[in-house]
């Protein structure tokens, strides 16, 4: 004779533990023209983001202006340049709005992982270069750069 186990739908199936909700919101970080009070700030706000903290990412990146000389393009430093912390602010998004926002981003801008000083990694606002865009690292930052350039 067989024995018929049976599951409700909130059990798990055996041997494996139950699942966890998906998230519905992950934290994103910008650097640049997202900063609150910069001119694509309001992207992040219409996306029903919310400002979290300010943040720095781990000594390892540079920032390069793009071409259009409008925005910051965080990338991991190359092999033989010294990286820095770079401030930033962490932000809180809807999932489904981190894949609006990818859509919006103009290139060379992209969404991709930053490791930060405390040891998170987290998906932040960064990009891509060619090796013309002017490295602008400071370890102040977007605003810093913007200071002495306005």
Known sequence: MSTTQHRTPSSAPLG???TAPLPTTTPLVVFGAHLRGEPRCWQLEELGGAFLRDVRTAPAYRMHLAADG???LVVP???GVPGMS???EEWLLPVPAVGTLLLALPAPEAVGPVALDDGREVLAVVGTVTG???DISDPLGWRAFR???D
């Open 86 to 88: 770079l401030p930033g």
């Open 77 to 79: 430093a190359p092999t």
């Open 16 to 18: 494996r533990a139950p």
């Open 147 to 149: 200071a002495g350039y």
């Open 132 to 134: 013309r865009e002017r």
């Open 70 to 72: 409008h925005r910051a």
